[in-house]
């Protein structure tokens, strides 16, 4: 079993009725690189918010652990978000 991490960075936006949805998730090749995209995803005039996560497990079986989340910012959707 071999187990790979992928680091991601996914904004959010609001629509016209002011639900918050998510938009195209970007790949990072690391978690400081995925925080700094959501940082810069977020701070666009389109977005609302953003978040970092990470997520382990096999892709050969589909297996994967829950995200980690690596930082949010500003307003994203909250059931991503619960502990």
Do not use: W
């Not at 690391?30 to 701070?43: C, E, F, M, T």
């Amino acid at each position: 079993m071999a187990t790979v991490t992928y680091y991601v960075a996914l904004a959010f936006m609001r629509t016209e009725d002011g639900d918050i949805v998510a938009c195209e998730p970007k790949e990072a090749q690391s978690a400081d690189q995925a925080v700094r995209r959501a940082s810069s995803l977020a701070a666009m005039d389109t977005h609302c918010g953003a978040i970092a996560f990470s997520r382990t497990g096999d892709p050969a079986i589909g297996e994967f652990d829950d995200a980690v989340i690596l930082k949010t910012v500003g307003e994203v959707d909250g059931g991503l978000v619960e502990n």
